[in-house]
């Protein structure tokens, strides 16, 4: 006999319920994802990209980099990217997780535990949100995949280039600082 079974449906707020151990809870569209707290190498990429990327973003008035413990809020779904590029709330105005502004770049560093949902789930939500590009990191292949809505992955393995919309210039610079000094 054949027995249906009912998968539950998560919201922010019974995520926010749950206790506070050290894992990163986020739900995308009802599917709760649990993600232990991050290895040294995942935070010293992180780390090494937000120097990169840092200087770039203030230079061309693209906002700042956000990283873990900050949100993005699309349609029911809560997610900690890694990194995310966006404006702040305007000067003088407080705002929340559900009025910021959409993140211009997404990045994932993948884990073992992370590598489907961040190729799957989340690449979908970023897409649906209008991010208009979300690196996925494989530190184990050294490589990253470009995601833009419309167009193919391009896998990248030597020099990144990132293109911001308004920026005269793109930002460069070789795959091979993200996974060494």
Known sequence: MHMATQ????TIEEAHSLPDDG?????????LF???PP??????ITARLTRILDPFVAAN???MVYRARAVMRFEGSEVEPDLMVRQPHPRGRRGGWDDAPTPVLVVEVISPSTRRRDHEQKRQLY???????YWIIDPDAEHVRIVKSGQRDELVHEEMS???????EPLRFAIRNLFSD
């Open 61 to 63: 008035s693209l906002g």
């Open 34 to 36: 649990v993600t232990p």
């Open 7 to 10: 998968t539950k449906r998560w």
């Open 162 to 168: 990132w293109a911001a919309a308004g920026v005269a």
């Open 127 to 133: 897409l649906d949100a209008g991010i208009p590009e």
């Open 23 to 31: 894992n990163k809870y986020e739900v995308v569209r009802g599917e």
């Open 39 to 44: 290895s040294d190498d995942h935070e010293t």
